[in-house]
Nanobody
Framework: QVQLVESGGGLVQDGGSLMRLSCAAS????????MGWFRQVPGKERAFVAA????????YYVDSVKGRFTISRDNAKNTVYLQMNSLKPEDTAVYYC????????????????WGQGTQVTVSS
């Protein structure tokens, strides 16, 4: 079965902090899938953060992270990454990895597969 396993979350301080999240995928033809990152805070819906096409030729970001976050993938390792720079307290959330054959489904927050999430906390 398909598994998406996130790692790399934790606690960092506000301003200038760096963190890289990883999501290892198995059970799917990884290079065929659009991969996405989402985040969720208590009481709010899960929100789109970034996505990357199967060939990595296209990337998409929510405005609030443009210029600070970078999504990338290594198809040889079946892994997608989210490099997060200049972290702010408002970036605090559980971050989820997602996969779907369609960018439209990822962007609509309806991907076929979700990871279990990893907590990112940015202290002020």
């Amino acid at each position: 079965q398909v598994q998406l396993v996130e790692s790399g979350g934790g606690l960092v301080q506000d301003g200038g902090s760096l963190m890289r999240l990883s999501c290892a995928a198995s059970g799917l033809t990884f290079s065929s899938y659009v991969m996405g990152w989402f985040r969720q805070v208590p009481g709010k819906e899960r929100a789109f953060v970034a996505a990357i096409s199967g060939s990595a030729s296209m990337t998409y970001y929510v405005d609030s992270v443009k210029g600070r976050f970078t999504i990338s993938r290594d198809n040889a390792k079946n892994t997608v990454y989210l490099q997060m720079n200049s972290l702010k307290p408002e970036d605090t959330a559980v971050y989820y990895c997602a996969a779907d054959l369609s960018y439209r489904m990822v962007r609509a927050s309806k991907p076929a597969y979700w990871g279990q999430g990893t907590q990112v906390t940015v202290s002020s």
